[in-house]
């Protein structure tokens, strides 16, 4: 008898704070945009969506959790889909700010950096002529003098913040440090597996986008975490595409959303987040592979229920 085929999460970020409203018409800024992009996305296959929140006025990124009470409402009623929401908001805020909306929301899921790093997002100020806020090249440039903070001290504080509520954590791992930092917090016994761990490629700061860095960081996670963790990848800008098609035929599962990738294919700007969820599906279908429902994601992800969050 044939296996059953592999179910593949598509986790589908939405928004972020990397990307600034002047990149594109289609980033999504208001509490309406967000949910209805979010909504979209978990429509076309994404069972995880990765949610940030903004400024309507101006699209700056914000951890109140007001913003996000405007659309966490409203996606969970419409869709069954995993919410995820993120502790790590924007590189120039403090850890404090940053954890309010999962401390408010009590979510099955949040997002958690694994270590400091430069995050450089400074390169793209030369791609762009005109920006519409003052705030935009200012945020962009700040980053060239800028530690994103993720202490050992931060981690502990956002785990043991969080014990409670149940929340387990989207570690996202931007070099292989990262992976040896979550080996020692697995090894104290302050997060337990399954460990969903995101390997995040093509940031400026972090580990590139060669095929060996992609295999370097499964062989690694492999050796530290065995059959302990459920591997995710996301590769940044151009290279979204080609790293989660290779991820996926590694094993992995896939993460796609205008907070990564503003694109839908070579000088195509993705029109929605919806448009990235479909063309990774193609992908994974043509891998033969299935793609996971929100149900299976929550299983293999052990989450607590999308009915003991607190929206």
Known sequence: MAKPSRKVIITCAV????????????LPVTADQIAEQAIGAAEAGAAILHLHARHPEDGRPTQDPEAFARFLPRIKQSTDAVLNLTTGGSP????????????TF??????LNMGSMNFGLF??????????????PEYLEKTRDVV???????????????????????FECYDTSHLYNLAHFLDRGLVSGPLFVQSVFGILGGIGTHAEDVAHMRRTADRLFGDEYVWSVLGAGRHQMPITTLAAAMGGNVRVGLEDSLWDGPGRPAESNAAQVL?????????GLEV?????????????????VNF
Request: proline residues 6%.
């Open 15 to 26: 928004t972020g704070g990397i990307h600034t409203p002047s990149m594109s018409p289609h």
């Open 92 to 103: 120039v805020m403090q850890v404090e700010e940053r954890l309010q909306p999962a401390l």
């Open 106 to 111: 009590r979510p099955e899921v949040a997002s």
């Open 123 to 136: 390169p793209m100020l030369g791609r762009y002529e005109n920006f519409q806020h003052a705030w935009e």
């Open 148 to 170: 994103f903070r993720n202490t050992f001290k931060d981690i502990e504080y956002i785990l043991e913040s969080c014990a409670d509520n149940g929340t387990r954590f989207e």
């Open 279 to 287: 063309r990774v599906r193609q992908v994974l279908e043509g891998l």
């Open 292 to 308: 996971a429902t929100p149900a299976q994601a929550r299983a293999m992800l052990a989450l607590k229920g999308g009915d003991q």
